[in-house]
């Protein structure tokens, strides 16, 4: 039996990983297959793009480029063309 241990770092990476491929999966066929993200698949979509603006607080060093572009990019809310407000 090995004693050789995995770093915590690249465990966290690959739990992660897992996490987000079973959110994006959903969401990328349904694009991919019909051209539209269904409404099921939103929330998905909004809670990932809140995360991700989340952690660019906590841990900013993760993300490239200008900082304000990226929480502003995750933080604006966007619509489908011809979709009429609520």
Same mark, same amino acid.
């Given at each position: ?40 698949? @939103? $929330? %998905?979509?909004?809670?990932? *793009?809140?995360?991700? +603006? &989340?952690? =660019?607080?906590?841990?900013?060093? @993760? $993300? %490239?480029?200008?900082?304000? *572009?990226?929480?502003? +990019? &995750?933080? =604006? ?10």
């Amino acid at each position: 039996m090995s004693t050789h241990r995995v770093p915590q770092a690249q465990r966290a990476f690959l739990v992660a990983s897992i996490a987000m491929g079973l959110v994006v999966w959903s969401v990328a066929f349904n694009l991919g297959a019909f051209g539209v993200v269904f409404f099921k698949d @939103v $929330f %998905a979509v909004v809670v990932t *793009a809140t995360v991700a +603006l &989340l952690v =660019s607080f906590v841990v900013p060093e @993760v $993300f %490239a480029g200008p900082l304000w *572009a990226v929480r502003l +990019l &995750l933080a =604006s809310p966007r619509r489908q063309h011809g979709s009429s407000p609520p």
